[in-house]
Each structure stands twice: as structure tokens, then as C-alpha cells.
């Protein structure tokens, strides 16, 4: 389902292609259409406001996914045995590039997200409330929560 109008209203969709438990979306900002799923199977991409998925990237459980702010790639986490955190330019053909990350010791990304007035500053949070943060769009990590405890 998806609402327009903070939830007075509610469209049901299909949701045809997805394949596995839905872990995570994403929707686009700045088209409406466009939605992003993360399954236990996969990254899925929809251009008709989840009535149809394609798959991007098979094979990985997808448990937090995110576009950046430009509408123009797609970050996602995966996990087999390890967090992954992933990147895709949504050109076609575009192939997910892997962004290094600290080590996480049995957990995964859950949340990702961009700074929307400092476009370069992209943090994630795991499921065991750690939080890193990135000034350079991914190449360097600090953490600034550790079990949701902030410290510098």
C-alpha cells in the first residue's frame, strides 16, 4: 500500500516480481513511482509505485536501502555472515560497487542515510544501534554511537 495524502488515503499494489520477505524500501525523492525493496532475496526496483519489481542484485538478503539524495544511485546493505554496504548507480547495466566499512561483529545495516545540506555526509545505523558517519561519501567511517550510546 502506499499513501499521497499522510494516510487518509491508502492505493493497494501488487507488488509482482518480489521475491522473498521484505526487509527494507526506498523511495525515490523526487519520483513518486520510483521504489526500492530489499528482500531476503534480493534488491528489487519498481517504476510504477510497487505494482511491478525488477530485480537489481539476486541472492543477498537487502536489509536497509536508501537513494541518495540526488536520485541517481542506491545505497544498500546486505548480509551473508557479514555486513556489506553497497552502491548502485541506477544507469543501465550499472553494476553495485562495495563501500568499505569498519567491521561489524554480528550485525548489519539497518538505516542509511544522506545529509541533505551536506550532500558528502552519509551515515549508517546497524541493528545493534551502532552509528558510523562519513564526510567523503563513504571512503573514510567514524563511529559516533556505539549500542546507541553517542561518544567522541
Known sequence: YY????GLQWTHVAGNGLGGELRSLAVHPT?????????ANGLYLSRNAGQDFEPLVA???VLGAAFDLSGRSLWFGTYAGKAVLMRLA???GA???SVPIPALMDDGIAYIAQNPARRNEVA?????RNVFMSSDQGRNW????RE?????
Open 3 to 6: 499513501t499521497r495524502n499522510d
Open 31 to 39: 519520483d513518486v513511482h520510483v521504489v526500492a525493496a530489499g528482500t
Open 59 to 61: 541472492g543477498s538478503q
Open 90 to 92: 541506477l544507469d543501465v
Open 95 to 97: 553494476k553495485p560497487q
Open 124 to 128: 549508517f545505523a546497524t541493528f545493534k
Open 142 to 145: 567514524k563511529q559516533i554511537a
Open 148 to 152: 546507541g550510546v553517542t561518544h567522541e
